[in-house]
Nanobody, 121 residues
Framework: QVQLVESGGGLVQPGGSLRLSCAASASIFSIYTVGWYRQAPGKQRELVASITRGGSTNYVDSVKGRFTISRDNAKNAVYLQMYSLQLEDTAVYYC???????????????WGQGTQVTVSS
C-alpha cells in the first residue's frame, strides 16, 4: 500500500521559513502531478501550489513570490519551500499526487496525512 508522507511542518514566527517534503512510503514507478493543499480551521481546503512531472508550476495568488514548489523525480519527492510566512498561512498542509505504482499499473490519486504549519508570534 502506497502512502504519501509529509514532513517539515512546525511552529514558526511571522516572516520565518519552512520547507515541507512529500514522499511515497513505498517503492513506486512514478509520481506525476503533485499538489500542495492547505486547510485552515473553519475553511475549505485550497490548492496552494502544483507541479507537473515536467516541472510546470502553478500557485495561488496569496503565496506567489513567497512559496516555491519543486521536485526530485529520482527520489519521487516533492517540496514546498515557504518564505515570509504570515499568520494566515497557518493550516494543515496536505500533499496530493497521481502515483503509478508499477510500469503496467494505472495512475491512482493519493493524499498524505497532513502536516501542521503554525505561524505565530
Amino acid at each position: 500500500q502506497v502512502q504519501l508522507v509529509e514532513s517539515g511542518g512546525g511552529l514558526v514566527q511571522p516572516g520565518g521559513s519552512l520547507r515541507l517534503s512529500c514522499a511515497a512510503s513505498a517503492s513506486i514507478f512514478s509520481i506525476y502531478t503533485v499538489g500542495w493543499y492547505r486547510q485552515a480551521p473553519g475553511k475549505q481546503r485550497e490548492l496552494v501550489a502544483s507541479i507537473t512531472r515536467g516541472g510546470s508550476t502553478n500557485y495561488v495568488d496569496s503565496v506567489k513570490g513567497r512559496f516555491t514548489i519543486s521536485r526530485d523525480n529520482a527520489k519521487n519527492a516533492v517540496y514546498l519551500q515557504m518564505y515570509s510566512l504570515q499568520l494566515e498561512d497557518t493550516a494543515v498542509y496536505y500533499c496530493n499526487a497521481d502515483v503509478q505504482r508499477g510500469a503496467a499499473m494505472p495512475r491512482q490519486n493519493y493524499w498524505g496525512q497532513g502536516t501542521q504549519v503554525t505561524v505565530s508570534s
